[in-house]
């Protein structure tokens, strides 16, 4: 009864009712009525969209009240002490190392600026996942760094909340939670129906309903609290889940609820059925397959059940392996299917379901703040954790998911304390690491490497979606996320089951990607799934190693790290079983992945560095070392084979994975691992066994032979050297390096940054980037460590970022210092971390620079040889590689073959060779005793050599080796060879392999080789460590191809005599390399100081060498005397064989070339001087030089140009015109100056703004508007000029070519279709020499250079006779040009001109299209042009000089074309305004002008344009003493105007002073000239009728505190009349090529006044200067001046105060600027970035911003286009005639848009360390450069944006 009434009522009433009702004591009716009322408003079979529920059950929380006013009242018993902001992708946060524990920490801005973090190490980021605020939450994040609301703990002293404020809430809420929920169980689909599941509209519906949840849970800490009691009470969730049994629909409901309950465990019901007969020994146990995931049933096996215990238990291939789960995850919830105990366990269910839809998840993590529920939800999150990544993998968006579930999980598993908790109560690393396995087990294959018919060993196939996109993302982000906490990562470790389980999920890593060489064809499909293999191994299986690992520092972890290398081993063991390894890799295979041997050898590295354990203790036998060693040993040849191009058919992508393997990001995962692995076996297996392993893998044992030729089963000979010299830099790598022998963290991080800028400077963030992060943290966090930008500021020195104008923009570089490149310099270290091959010889080049510029050696340096840091006792053992004789018998061969000049040796060979004895020379082995190696007379050296240490084995001579050659070997003797002697000595050496006769009692040879060598080391050990071993050697003979002693026949036995030893070699070689016969005399050795052998070239290094062996044994130094005593000549090598007869021609021809080269250019660079010095000389001809000729020669002397297309050179003619190559663009640089000299703020509050009515521009449109209101129109278009915006600028690059070469360059141009950054079609071209962009050709009048000798006389005729000369020539019309060629070319350019700028920026005019409108346009082009090299003059004339500008300038040539264009206007006489300059005319009769407007008075006009005008209208070419009057006449105008300007500016009172003083001077005899007198007259006259005085009597007081001085009236006039003086004489220098003289500023009025004439005295001292002096009347001054006045009081329409404003003229403005912005970026970026834009109201994706006007514009954005015409681009229109520079907010670059082209330009916003950051990636605080800003200035005023920057590109009005 009461539900159906109380809708009627009104909702306040009735809620206000209820409540009263609710908080008596017996409350009973008011809960039926409630219950009655929600069931019927909050019915779910009602559309979802309906709002009408929202709106009841807002007001029934509210009880009665307003819901606003209840927010209100809530939040202020809020007391939560944590900031708690959840944020989604792309907002912008902040990081603090600082002050984070953890390193997810981040801040929302508020909380960052709120609190204290200077000189922090902070850096902002774009959210990628969303996140959360975590200011206040001490768990992850220190106290310090809170923000000031967060600090206070505000909780405290909140005032605990009212019962009945709530009250309602908690009745209401269960029901709507229950109600969303219902929605969500009806709108579910399962996603296998054919139909496509729509979840997302089922979302939008529920859309209001989140957001009201939402905006609950931002009402702070008391409503959570309700909400949390709410979603986790059991009771509730029992009574209203069901629904009544009644409610047919909420039955429904619950059962599609059940439904999709069943399917959310691992393991699907029909599954468990099927699997209970299969794993029916193992019990509840066993796990489901891989199968179970994919959905489909397991295949049963018989002899899946007696296997299980085997991980490895033989499998059909069809099969996929099953995974045991660990005994300990007894936890059935793992494999179940979940059950719900209350709402939020459901609402997360279907929160998974919906895979994460934003808004759930938002209001999810809205509610983290509250504690209880924080804990309650991790537990649920964790209890859904499998189902979560069963869903991610079915997912088609599983991106958007992933970067979803991230966002949840990182909240939770950051915080230590939860972590720690849930791993305890909930079991999280079983379930981690079982749903790991789960989704690898989907994508393994069959592993194909070794063997790969019976190999069962199984590995992920990468090129699966999973591995492919990453799916396994979040999961492993978790997995590492919660290993950094030590308490989970100690539990980790200590369970055993759980390594063991890790371990097999790692080796399902171990060989994956398998690469197989092609020998035949090229690959066809080059597969890119190295990049997931690559991405894997790191992100799977070495991030967690190294989280495990930095819990394993200390020597209480002992245990941890001996558990794990146990485990290693193990797993190891079971994969050598599994691919059937025994003792030979398979030939041509590679995978660069094998996690299980890095994992061993990080842990233990990290074991005996850190932990103190014994090395021994952890190693295994030898012959498990043996084969340990084999892979490693495999990549590291294959790296070299891939360097040598034998991998080429495999394509590209081979050459990717080589390079990654060594990159900064994976080099410490990968590369630094399987050195250190191989330097610990290594150390512990015979060495001989070890070097003859590597030479055999390298596959160069048949190169080493003391024969000249040879012949090479494996390797074709371009290749021999290559590999050589890999095996031997691979040697040598292995020998010095000590990153995991001993170095300590800050000579690691040390030895990184020396090798990174060896290679290139480098900037800070690439630095910080290409130095490995693991072994060594950069952010220096560990304590006692050194930090990175310590160790920086000790090894770089800091090169602030160069600009040139026109040069690129440099970023801030660090360089090493000097003494890095002396002392520290490491090539191997180089090497070793060089992901190009180009880099190490940028290395070299950059060493052998410094060398040469400090002076310490010029010639060609070899790499330095650098001491070592001292190895860890506990590698000792690795010394011994350096001294054992199978190396030192390759040390000889090399040596002897490089002496000899063999094939294939190369200066790398030796100088590694030399390198190699260097390190034996400096690490001696302790102990010479040799009982612990009695010597069996078996050992086969014994013939080569006596013992095994070096020194003792340098000296030793080898007489007579036996080698085994092809019979065409010239060794081969045609007679019968010498029986063998039988002594010790005569040792042979088949051509396979080193061999010795090494049973002296046996009379032939034996054949040894270093294969063969190595199998009997090899057979040694294993009988040695287990004797039934022995059946398992078979030698394989396919794999060795080893070659019996029965030889094939082409091989014949020959004993070569040598007689050499190491030690004579050497000296040989030194002798070879300085080309001197007895480079070392005897003496040599008594000066022994090795500090200067440190820096050279080879023959510095065989120095070294002799000089250290010989300050280590006596011995040696004998021998050395020895030796150089009897300094023999060396055998004479074989020089005229073909091959170097061939290098010598190519050399000679090479440098032929380069010569004949040198000889082009500098002819080329001559001719064009030659030329520049023509073609820039066209405008000023050498006048005297045309005096002294007879004025009949004058005429004959024209101007040639030089074509640069046809490089013809001639003048330019009607017929055939030549033109100058120009760039038309439009410009409104002009029209955006100001008249203060500061630049314009850019606004970066709400408070400040930007006026532009102060700008040129509009000063000059209003004054326009104004006229035409009551002037006669075509008189106001002669009166001004435009062009200030959207003015035509012309520049040219000086170069000229014949118009007809252009037209058929053009069509070339458009033929090519390369694509050009310029548009053709639009006239768009490059200069053919020059290559500066351009747009059109102006052509050049032909005429004689000279004529203006003839013109510049200078003349003695009086004013008047000129002044009537000048009217004359108006009078006359000029010769109409006739119609040629260069006439129609002069149109062309006119019809360019007008077609650059807009129609907007030409009619001005009442009528477009007048001829008034196009004569107003052209002479303002005129205008603008110079103005505008005014403005690149600096503003003013002081500088004088043909500046750079003016050489290129073609004013000349514009003038000429405009000229001829305004010949076709005459100039009414009638109007004329030289009449009005130089006559007093009569009075008119009045009554003729009543029906037309009056013109516009003289003192209005624009003096300037009446000069240009003049010029332009008269006969040209114009006689200098004309223009010189022109300029006389219109001076007394602009001198007037000035006055009468003045006049206004005084007091009434000093106007009446000066006015009675001027009466007094008038009758001096030459007033005309006195300032005074004219002032009094000017301001008599303009008092009369409507006077102009009358305005602003009263602001005039106001301002003129100060009383005007002579001075200041002198200085006032001169400011008044410079500009037209400037540019008076800027255009007298271009017509005439009068050279503008230099001064300085206070003299720059009279030197222009004299350069124009205006003066005949000479200059008079600048204190006296009167501006009056210079004053030239045609006619009486005063009668002139009288009627000028008469024209502005005799106007009747107009208002007075209007009249002043024409009569004031501002011609003053200042240099025109860029915006000004602050120094800081992020006060830019805070503002602009959350800044909605002005025309659609939202916040731009791209905001970007004007840096001419302060617009703001969103970049791209589609809500602002008009037209198809992006914002930007509008703007650029509007505001810079098509030139616009844009600062992007998001990305701090600036781009600029030029006409339909746009470039980025760079950022003038750097780092601390001088770089930019473009897109804000690195997020760190950036700084205003003033050097790049005022670059970018410079270029704009200058117009040179096309010039400077190269990569343009056409933007489609997309921007």
Not at 738 to 762: A, K, P, W
Not at 1395 to 1415: C, E, L
Request: proline content about 5%; some cysteine.
């Amino acid at each position: 009864m009461m539900a159906a009434s109380l809708p009627r009522r009104d909702k306040k009433a009735t809620a206000g009712h209820l409540k009263a009702d609710l908080n008596r004591a017996d409350n009973s009716s008011g809960v039926r009525q409630l219950q009655e009322l929600l069931d019927s408003v909050l019915n779910p079979e009602k559309p979802a969209a309906d709002t009408e529920a929202l709106d009841w059950c807002k007001c029934l929380i509210a009880g009665g009240e307003g819901f606003d006013e209840f927010c209100k009242t809530v939040r202020s018993y809020d007391n939560a002490t944590l900031c708690g902001l959840v944020w989604t992708a792309n907002f912008v946060a902040y990081r603090c190392r600082t002050c984070g524990i953890s390193p997810c920490m981040s801040l929302c801005a508020e909380c960052f600026n709120n609190g204290d973090h200077t000189g922090h190490d902070f850096n902002m980021f774009r959210s990628q996942a969303g996140g959360a605020c975590d200011c206040g939450d001490a768990n992850v994040m220190r106290e310090s760094g809170f923000c000031r609301l967060h600090r206070l703990r505000t909780g405290e002293n909140v005032p605990s909340i009212p019962r009945d404020l709530l009250l309602m809430s908690e009745m209401v809420l269960p029901h709507f939670i229950l109600c969303i929920i219902q929605y969500l169980r009806d709108g579910y689909i399962e996603p296998d129906t054919s139909t496509e599941r729509d979840l997302q509209k089922v979302l939008q519906q529920l859309e209001p309903q989140i957001s009201f949840l939402e905006e609950l849970t931002k009402m702070g800490g008391a409503m959570r609290t309700v909400l949390t009691k709410i979603l986790t009470n059991q009771q509730t969730f029992k009574e209203l889940s069901m629904g009544q049994e009644e409610n047919l629909y909420a039955q429904k409901n619950y059962d599609k609820y059940l439904s999709a309950l069943q399917n959310s465990g691992l393991v699907s019901l029909e599954d468990k059925a099927q699997g209970a007969t299969a794993d029916a020994p193992v019990g509840a146990e066993g796990g489901a397959g891989a199968m179970v995931l994919l959905g489909t049933p397991a295949p049963e096996s018989p002899d899946e059940s007696s296997k299980e215990e085997d991980q490895d238990a033989g499998q059909s291939v069809g099969q996929r392996k099953r995974v045991k789960l660990s005994s300990s995850t007894k936890d059935p919830c793992i494999i179940e299917s979940l059950k719900h105990k209350c709402f939020l366990e459901e609402l997360l269910f279907w929160t998974i379901k919906y895979e994460f839809p934003q808004k759930l998840v938002t209001f999810l993590l809205n509610m983290l703040p509250d504690q209880d529920y924080k804990i309650t939800f991790t537990k649920t999150f964790v209890q859904h954790y499998a189902f979560i990544m069963k869903t991610l993998m079915k997912s088609h968006e599983s991106d958007t998911m992933s970067n979803r579930i991230v966002h949840i999980s990182v909240q939770l598993f950051s915080n230590e304390e939860l972590a720690r908790h849930v791993t305890e109560e909930c079991q999280l690393l079983d379930i981690m690491v079982t749903v790991l396995l789960y989704m690898m087990e989907s994508c393994l294959i069959k592993s194909e490497l070794q063997d790969e018919e019976n190999s069962r060993h199984v590995v992920v196939n990468c090129s699966e979606a999973l591995l492919k996109n990453n799916t396994y993302w979040p999961l492993v982000s978790d997995f590492i996320n919660i290993l950094s906490h030590q308490s989970v990562a100690k539990k980790f470790l200590e369970d055993h089951s759980l390594l063991m389980l890790w371990m097999s999920f790692v080796s399902f890593f171990q060989g994956m990607n398998l690469n197989k060489r092609e020998l035949n064809e090229h690959v066809e499909f080059e597969s890119q799934t190295y990049y997931a293999a690559f991405a894997a191994e790191l992100e799977a299986c070495a991030q967690p190693m190294w989280g495990l690992l930095t819990h394993c520092k200390v020597k209480e972890t002992q245990e941890y790290s001996k558990t794990v290398v146990r485990y290693c081993l193990e797993t190891l063991q079971i994969w050598f079983d599994a691919i059937g390894f025994i003792d030979e890799p398979a030939p041509n295979q590679v995978t660069f992945h094998l996690p299980l041997h890095r994992y061993y050898a990080m842990f233990l590295s990290k074991a005996v560095k850190c932990q103190g354990l014994d090395l021994d203790s952890l190693l295994p036998d030898q012959e498990m070392l043996m084969k340990i060693m084999v892979h490693p040993l495999q990549i590291q040849a294959s790296l070299s084979e891939i360097h040598s191009n034998m991998w080429v058919r495999n394509g590209l992508q081979i050459k990717g994975q080589a390079m990654t393997y060594v990159q900064s990001h994976f080099c410490n995962s990968m590369i630094d691992p399987d050195i250190y692995l191989l330097q610990v076996c290594a150390s512990r297996l015979d060495p001989d066994y070890f070097i003859s392993s590597v030479f055999e893998r390298f596959k160069v044992v048949d190169l080493l032979t003391m024969a000249s030729q040879h012949q090479n089963a494996v390797l074709d000979s371009e290749q021999e050297r290559p590999m050589l010299e890999g095996a031997l830099t691979f040697l040598v790598m292995l020998t010095s390096l000590r990153v995991h022998l001993g170095m300590t963290d800050d000579e690691i991080l040390r030895g990184e940054m020396v090798s990174q800028l060896c290679m290139n400077d480098r900037t800070h963030s690439a630095l910080l980037d290409l130095i490995p992060e693991n072994p060594n943290p950069k952010s220096g966090i560990v304590p006692g460590s050194c930090s990175f930008e310590e160790m920086l500021s000790a090894v770089a020195d800091f090169k602030a970022p160069v600009f040139e104008p026109g040069g690129s923009m440099q970023q801030g570089m660090y360089t090493p210092k000097a003494e890095v490149w002396e002392k520290e310099f490491d090539p191997i270290m180089v090497v070793l971390r060089t992901v190009y091959r180009r880099d190490v010889q940028s290395a070299m080049d950059r060493y052998s620079a410094f060398l040469k510029q400090s002076g310490i050696h010029t010639g060609n340096p070899w790499p330095p040889y650098k001491e070592r840091t001292a190895l860890h006792p506990c590698y000792k053992g690795l010394i011994k590689l350096l001294h054992c004789k199978t190396l030192h018998i390759v040390i000889f061969t090399l040596l002897y073959k490089i002496w000899m000049d063999h094939p294939n040796m190369s200066e790398h060979v030796l100088c590694m060779v030399l390198y190699l004895i260097e390190l034996g020379l400096d690490n001696q082995v302790q102990d010479n005793k040799e009982d612990e190696e009695p010597c069996i007379e078996e050992h086969c050296h014994d013939s080569w050599f006596p013992g095994t240490n070096l020194l003792s084995n340098l000296h030793h001579v080898i007489n007579f080796v036996r080698v085994r050659v092809p019979e065409t070997a010239p060794e081969v003797k045609r007679e019968a060879p010498p029986s063998t002697s039988t002594e010790a000595s005569s040792y042979g050496q088949n051509s396979r392999r080193l061999t010795g006769n090494w049973r002296e009692n046996l009379r032939e040879a034996q054949v040894f080789s270093l294969v063969a060598e190595r199998r009997r080391k090899f057979q040694e050990i294993i009988n040695r460590s287990n004797t039934e071993a022995a059946q398992v050697v078979r030698p394989k003979s396919t794999s060795t191809r080893w070659v019996p002693p029965g030889t094939p026949p082409q091989l014949v036995t020959e004993i070569l005599e040598i007689r050499e030893s190491m030690l004579s070699l050497l000296i040989k070689l030194h002798q070879k390399l300085s080309s001197k016969q007895n480079s070392l005399s005897a003496s040599w050795l008594e000066d022994t100081d090795t500090s200067r052998h440190a820096h050279g070239d080879g023959i510095t290094a065989i120095e070294r060498i002799l000089t250290k062996a010989a300050t280590r044994s006596c011995q040696i130094k004998r021998s050395i005397q020895d030796i150089c005593g009897k300094v023999c000549p060396p055998v004479p090598p074989k020089k005229n064989s073909p091959a170097d007869k061939k290098t010598m021609d190519k050399e000679e021809r090479r440098q032929r070339a380069r010569e004949r080269q040198q000889k082009l250019l500098a002819e080329f660079a001559s001719r064009q001087k030659s030329f520049m010095e023509t073609a820039m000389d066209v405008e000023s001809p050498d006048t005297e030089a045309a005096m002294d000729l007879g004025a009949s020669e004058v005429m004959e002397s024209e101007v040639l140009y030089d074509c640069v297309i046809c490089g013809q050179s001639g003048p330019s003619t009607e017929d055939r015109p030549t033109g100058l190559v120009v760039l038309l663009q439009a410009s409104s640089v002009l029209g955006h100056r100001c008249q203060s000299k500061e630049a314009k703020k850019l606004p970066t509050s709400d408070e400040e703004h930007i006026y532009a009515a102060d700008t040129c521009g509009v000063a000059h449109d209003v004054r326009l508007t104004l006229m035409q209101r009551f002037f006669k129109d075509s008189s106001c278009l002669q009166s001004v000029s435009i062009g200030w915006d959207g003015g035509v600028y012309v520049q040219t690059c000086g170069h000229t070519l014949h118009i007809d070469c252009h037209k058929s360059y053009m069509e070339s141009l458009r033929n090519d279709q390369v694509l050009q950054g310029f548009s053709v079609d639009k006239g768009e071209f490059t200069c053919p020499l020059c290559r500066q962009f351009a747009n059109s050709v102006l052509p050049c009048r032909p005429g004689r250079g000279s004529e203006a000798g003839a013109w510049h006389t200078p003349t003695s005729k009086k004013t008047f006779v000129l002044v009537k000369e000048v009217e004359d020539l108006q009078e006359k019309l000029g010769p109409f040009p006739t119609e040629s060629n260069l006439s129609k070319e002069m149109e062309l350019v006119i019809k360019d001109v007008k077609n650059t700028t807009q129609k907007k920026y030409m009619d001005y005019g009442k009528n477009p299209g007048s001829p008034d409108n196009d004569f107003l346009f052209m002479y303002s082009v005129a205008r603008t042009n110079l103005e505008l090299e005014l403005v690149h003059r600096g503003g003013n004339l002081c500088s004088g000089g043909a500046s750079a500008s003016a050489k290129r300038s073609c004013l000349n040539q514009l003038f000429h074309v405009l000229a001829m264009h305004m010949r076709l206007y005459s100039i009414d006489s009638a109007y004329n305004p030289w009449t009005k300059l130089t006559q007093v005319t009569q009075d008119r009769e009045a009554d003729g002008f009543d029906e037309e407007r009056p013109e516009v008075p003289m003192l209005f006009r624009d003096v300037l344009s009446l000069l240009i005008i003049f010029v332009l209208t008269m006969p040209q070419p114009l006689r200098k003493e004309h223009f010189s009057c022109v300029v006389k006449m219109l001076y007394n105008l602009q001198f007037t105007q000035a006055v009468a300007a003045l006049s206004t500016k005084f007091s009434p009172e000093e106007r009446q002073a000066w006015r009675a003083s001027g009466a007094l001077k008038k009758n001096l005899e030459n007033a005309d000239s006195s300032c005074e007198a004219l002032l009094g007259h000017v301001i008599a006259e303009l008092s009369k009728d409507k006077s102009v005085y009358e305005v602003n009597a009263e602001e005039a007081l106001m301002l003129s505190s100060s009383v005007w001085s002579p001075q200041s009236i002198e200085f006032s006039l001169q400011q008044f009349c410079l500009p037209f003086l400037r540019l008076s004489c800027l255009l007298q220098h271009h017509l005439y090529g009068d050279d503008l003289t230099g001064c300085p500023e206070e003299e720059e009025f009279m030197s222009l006044a004299v350069c124009l004439g205006l003066s005949p005295s000479a200059p008079q001292p600048p204190n006296v200067v009167h501006s009056a002096s210079y004053l030239n009347w045609a006619v009486g001054a005063f009668d002139l001046v009288t009627q000028w006045c008469a024209e502005v009081t005799g106007l009747s329409q107009m208002q007075a105060d209007q009249s002043l404003a024409l009569l004031v003229q501002e011609p003053q403005w200042t240099a025109p600027r860029l915006l000004q912005l602050p120094d800081n970026y992020n006060i830019i970026f805070q503002y602009y970035h959350r800044k909605a834009c002005s025309a659609c109201k939202k916040v731009p994706k791209d905001p970007a911003l004007c840096l001419v006007c302060g617009a703001f514009v969103c970049l791209k954005g589609v809500c602002c286009k008009q037209q198809g015409v992006c914002e930007c681009v509008l703007h650029s229109q509007h505001c810079g005639a098509a030139t616009g520079i844009f600062l992007l907010i998001n990305a701090s670059v600036i781009i600029i848009i030029r006409g339909h082209r746009f470039c980025l330009w760079g950022s003038v916003y750097l780092d601390a360390h001088g770089e930019e950051d473009r897109d804000l990636r690195r997020g760190k605080p950036l700084f205003l450069c003033e050097e790049r800003y005022r670059v970018l200035e410079q270029q704009w005023g200058s117009h040179t944006f096309d010039h400077i920057n190269k990569r343009w590109g056409p933007h489609y009005n997309g921007l």
